[in-house]
């Protein structure tokens, strides 16, 4: 199948997520991925984002998983993917996934999602008590820098190096 057949089909798929009709959306992904290995990638994004729309954040993240581990990842996979991990509480392995992540963006030179993705690993490494590491990732990005963890909202660098502050003395105190 052509990229602009496979274009128009995933573009027919985003309407039925606009209109709540999931399930028909994730049949058709499947229907695409029966045969076309050409165009895999393209095709699990959007069934990535169709269970990410259901809630269904383990299948969102297998395929965002197969994408990477494919060899054809874009940085908007490693930044999904790490969002997924995050909120199934998954810490150490969103730092693993976010490092990828941010070495295909120094590789490629691309500025989206680096912020978010710098930020995103110093949460994460708060979380398995890493602070040194949490706050040099803090400081590679503008002070007034703000990021999107899907289960908690937004949250700002300063208040992330706030937190970090007091758990790492509350850990210093033990």
Same mark, same amino acid.
């Given at each position: 199948?052509?990229?602009?057949?496979?274009?128009?089909?995933?573009?027919?798929?985003?309407?039925?997520?606009?209109?709540?009709?999931?399930?028909?959306?994730?049949?058709?992904?499947?229907?695409?991925?029966?045969?076309?290995?050409?165009?895999?990638?393209?095709?699990?994004?959007?069934?990535?984002?169709?269970?990410?729309?259901?809630?269904?954040?383990?299948?969102?993240?297998?395929?965002?998983?197969?994408?990477?581990?494919?060899?054809?990842?874009?940085?908007?996979?490693?930044?999904?993917?790490?969002? /997924? #991990? %995050?909120?199934?509480?998954?810490?150490? =392995?969103?730092? +693993?996934?976010?490092?990828?992540? *941010? @070495?295909?963006?120094?590789?490629?030179?691309?500025?989206?999602?680096?912020?978010?993705?710098?930020?995103?690993?110093?949460?994460?490494?708060?979380?398995?008590?890493? /602070? #040194? %590491?949490?706050?040099?990732?803090?400081? =590679?990005?503008? +002070?007034?820098?703000?990021?999107? *963890? @899907?289960?908690?909202?937004?949250?700002?660098?300063?208040?992330?190096?706030?937190?970090?502050?007091?758990?790492?003395?509350?850990?210093?105190?033990?």
């Amino acid at each position: 199948m052509y990229k602009n057949e496979i274009n128009k089909l995933l573009d027919n798929v985003y309407i039925q997520v606009k209109e709540g009709e999931y399930e028909s959306a994730l049949k058709t992904c499947d229907d695409l991925l029966t045969g076309n290995i050409e165009h895999k990638d393209d095709i699990l994004r959007m069934r990535s984002q169709v269970h990410a729309y259901q809630n269904n954040i383990r299948e969102a993240l297998i395929d965002r998983e197969e994408i990477i581990l494919c060899g054809v990842a874009k940085v908007q996979d490693y930044y999904f993917s790490s969002q /997924y #991990l %995050l909120e199934l509480g998954l810490y150490a =392995k969103t730092v +693993d996934v976010l490092s990828d992540g *941010i @070495d295909l963006c120094e590789k490629l030179d691309v500025l989206t999602y680096r912020t978010d993705m710098y930020l995103l690993r110093a949460y994460s490494y708060m979380h398995v008590k890493e /602070y #040194l %590491l949490a706050r040099s990732d803090c400081n =590679k990005v503008e +002070d007034d820098s703000e990021f999107l *963890i @899907d289960n908690i909202g937004f949250i700002t660098k300063n208040e992330l190096l706030n937190k970090i502050s007091c758990l790492a003395k509350g850990s210093e105190a033990s």
